[in-house]
Nanobody, 115 residues
Framework: QVQLVESGGGLVQSGGSLRLSCAAS????????MGWYRQAPGKQRELVAQ???????NYGDFVKGRFAISRDNARNSIYLQMNSLKPEDTAVYFC?????????WGQGTQVTVSS
């Protein structure tokens, strides 16, 4: 079974930046679509960004050019560069392999943006 380990979360001031990382175990990493989702207290989990095996990307509407997802297949990792962070970006951010319905999830990393 794959293990997904997120890192890079923390506390940042409004307008600041963070870079999240997700390292995946196992083989054939390059064949999977990977993504970042987030869940704030009392809210449903939502898509932040997704990257396909071919490198195509898709973002949640709220991102509006502030975030960038990337992948490094040689390192079995994906990244999420988050800029211009807002207090409403505060949430637990989860790494996902293979889609939200049947895929695998990491344990999450907390991102807190102070105003």
């Amino acid at each position: 079974q794959v293990q997904l380990v997120e890192s890079g979360g923390g506390l940042v001031q409004s307008g600041g930046s963070l870079r999240l990382s997700c390292a995946a175990s196992g083989s054939r990493f390059s064949r999977y679509a990977m993504g970042w989702y987030r869940q704030a207290p009392g809210k449903q989990r939502e898509l932040v960004a997704q990257i396909t095996s071919g490198g195509s990307t898709n973002y949640g509407d709220f991102v509006k050019g502030r975030f960038a997802i990337s992948r490094d297949n040689a390192r079995n990792s994906i990244y999420l560069q988050m800029n211009s962070l807002k207090p409403e970006d505060t949430a637990v951010y989860f790494c996902n392999r293979g889609g939200p319905e049947y895929g695998d999830w990491g344990q999450g990393t907390q991102v807190t943006v102070s105003s």
